[in-house]
């Protein structure tokens, strides 16, 4: 304030006492002692860092103990983005907001001090401008920091969609989702930019509150000079008042007005982040178990058919199945309870229930799917075959809500698709496994409440085929490096995942083509028994066929229906795939004497495989589940840590 106040009053005093008398020594002397005054402030603002220090860092250290009770108490999974990133961000801006709000103020004291001495007509033109832009700010004070928090809010929320949807382009792009994709990124875009304009409109406010209470008086000053002029204000005194307004009345505002503007708001969002409101625990409780459904009845299905395609990683989901069994050697042997699933299903709804659907890629293709009629009980175990490319994955896009048909309705437990509870009833699992670099616990339990018990954990691995690999990996709480497993054992990770959730309609979207005949048996029959389950596979393996209740074959424009046996006998598409079944000369046979080559359509127009194998006719290149869609890659450039079973 010291330093304030002579700093006008010295400039003054400099030219009329001084300059303007033609004493140019006196002059000289108030300037030194104006620099004087420069010298000490900036001493006492080392001081003042101290001082700060001493309040800042007791609210550190509060927040810090917060973090950590709560990650402890509840496993809070961003305790660690908030000790490393959100303490330091309060840290650091509360500190800012106590420098700028102490210099405002005591710059403010010194200037008007330092006015009303040198002469008081100068305050009644400088005071009230200062007076009312400042009133002006503070009344858009909570305003902007409610839009600047909305601003924040929408751009995480816009960032973590993006997140989640670049690194599954290629899965989007083969299941023809990218329409309802980009729609749901438009509503964040959209979002974003409704906030972003509503701040600028409220930031307008904030500059014509800095323009009335720092820029106006300057310009009064320079109106009012006559009428001051005669009321014995001298030259110099309004020189040391345009020194006090522009060098600090000026800058100590604008400091304020983008401090708290920004800074403020800022700090609201990081402290109600970190000390959320005292809400009483939550605790996840799960829905009565259901009962089992009663063994598959006749289905009816009549159709045109589809194309091609992956799909995305499943959504969030809401209650498991059951293991069989107990774990293996190293882990706790152990039953996991039966399935619950997310709301209470009555046994006579059906599981899935497709009416007069129809579907195109795009407003003027053709269709790929032409007034569908399918109908699946309870615990009915369909397989979905067809050449490669006629629209199997399409189905399940469908399915799983991720396509909306052009006509017709899809309904899973009696929700219509796509829809909120919908999709808390199914999982499905695409080609290419996802599995994220964590503990094997955390993949497993991914789509279940937390913590997962371990013994259900080691149930479900025994069940699907992973206990071997979990046993060698060194249990539960190993880390996984997913470049470090094979292609077939990072589907049997999310195959265990699949298990454990509590969707009772599993989508196996060839989610088994890099496992063997046998590991690809144990896997779809665990699905099988897994009490009140519905099971749909899009087959790759006509094994996978014989297995199932039901079997719907593709066939472009048309679409057969029925039991295995059925469909040899009056569907020349499944005759022939059937008949491609075959095993090749001088191959291996796996355990159990059944050949593990896949499913090949005969006559394939393209002359490519569906599935990556050894032993291929013209193994230079072959289509795979890695990489961008319709890329070919060279055998042996999977990057995979090792096969697994018959896995090429």
């Not at 989901?317 to 299903?345: M, Y």
């Not at 829809?419 to 789509?447: K, M």
């Not at 049997?492 to 496992?515: G, N, P, Q």
């Not at 075959?582 to 002359?607: H, K, T």
Request: contains cysteine; aromatic residues 4%.
């Amino acid at each position: 304030m010291g330093q304030t106040f002579l700093m006008g009053y010295a400039l003054a005093r400099a030219l009329d006492d001084g300059f303007l008398a033609g004493r140019a020594g006196v002059g000289l002397g108030w300037l030194g002692v104006g620099a004087g005054a420069v010298v000490v402030g900036a001493l006492g603002t080392g001081r003042v860092y101290g001082c700060v220090a001493g309040l800042v860092e007791p609210l550190r250290d509060r927040l810090v103990r917060g973090v950590v009770e709560r990650g402890v108490r509840e496993a809070d999974g961003g305790a660690l983005s908030g000790l490393t990133q959100q303490v330091e961000i309060a840290r650091d801006t509360f500190a800012g907001l106590v420098m700028v709000s102490r210099s405002f103020l005591f710059t403010s004291a010194g200037a008007l001090l330092g006015l009303f001495s040198l002469a008081p007509p100068l305050l009644l033109v400088v005071g009230p401008p200062l007076v009312v832009g400042v009133a002006l700010f503070l009344a858009t004070l909570r305003p902007l920091a409610r839009r600047q928090e909305t601003f924040l809010v929408a751009d995480e929320a816009l960032a973590d969609r993006l997140g989640t949807v670049c690194p599954g382009l290629r899965d989007i792009t083969a299941a023809g989702a990218e329409d309802m994709v980009a729609a749901d990124a438009g509503r964040r875009v959209d979002a974003e930019h409704r906030a972003a304009r509503s701040l600028a409109r409220w930031s307008v406010v904030r500059v014509a509150a800095l323009a009335i209470g720092g820029q106006l008086p300057v310009v009064l000053l320079l109106a009012t000079t006559p009428w001051l002029l005669d009321r014995g204000v001298t030259a110099g005194a309004l020189i040391g008042a345009l020194a006090y307004v522009t060098q600090s009345l000026l800058p100590a505002l604008q400091n304020l007005v983008h401090g708290l503007g920004t800074s403020g708001s800022r700090l609201a969002v990081v402290l109600r982040r970190l000390v959320p409101p005292s809400d009483p625990p939550h605790t996840a409780h799960a829905p009565s178990p259901a009962h089992a459904p009663s063994p598959a009845n006749p289905s009816s299905a009549s159709a045109r058919s589809p194309r091609t395609a992956s799909a995305t990683r499943p959504g969030p989901l809401t209650d498991p199945g059951s293991g069989p069994g107990p774990g293996p050697g190293p882990g706790p042997g152990a039953t996991s309870p039966p399935p619950h699933p997310p709301p209470d299903t009555p046994d006579t709804l059906d599981a899935l229930v497709l009416s007069s659907v129809t579907f195109a890629y795009g407003s003027s293709g053709a269709p790929v799917i032409d007034d569908l009629d399918l109908r699946l009980p309870q615990g009915t175990h369909l397989a979905v075959v067809g050449p490669s490319g006629i629209g199997k994955s399409t189905l399940t896009g469908l399915v799983a809500g991720l396509l909306r048909p052009r006509r017709g309705t899809v309904r899973l437990c009696g929700q219509p698709v796509p829809g909120a509870t919908s999709r808390a009833h199914r999982v499905l699992i695409p080609q290419e496994a996802y599995v994220f670099r964590g503990s094997l616990a955390e993949n497993l339990g991914e789509l279940r409440p937390k913590p997962v018990p371990e013994e259900e954990l080691w149930a479900a691995a025994e069940a699907v085929g992973l206990a071997e690999v979990m046993v060698r990996l060194g249990g539960p709480a190993a880390e996984v490096d997913p470049g470090a497993l094979s292609a077939g054992e990072r589907q049997l990770v999310a195959l265990a995942r699949a298990y454990l959730s509590y969707a009772s309609v599993v989508i196996l979207d060839e989610a088994t083509c890099h496992l063997d005949a046998e590991a690809e048996e144990r896997a779809e029959r665990a699905f099988a028994r897994r009490p009140g389950t519905t099971l749909l596979v899009v087959a790759h393996r006509v094994s996978s066929a014989r297995r199932a209740d039901k079997v719907l074959v593709m066939d472009g424009r048309c679409a057969a229906y029925g039991e295995h046996h059925e469909l040899l006998a009056r569907s020349p598409l499944y005759r022939d795939l059937v008949g491609a079944w075959s095993p090749v000369s001088g191959s291996p046979r796996p355990r159990g004497g059944r050949s593990s080559e896949p499913a090949l359509p005969l006559r394939d127009p393209d002359g490519v495989d569906p599935v990556a194998r050894p032993r291929l006719a013209g193994d230079g290149g072959h289509v795979v589940a890695h990489g961008p869609v319709r890329k070919v890659q060279a055998a042996g450039d999977l990057r995979d840590g090792g096969p697994l079973g018959g896995q090429g």
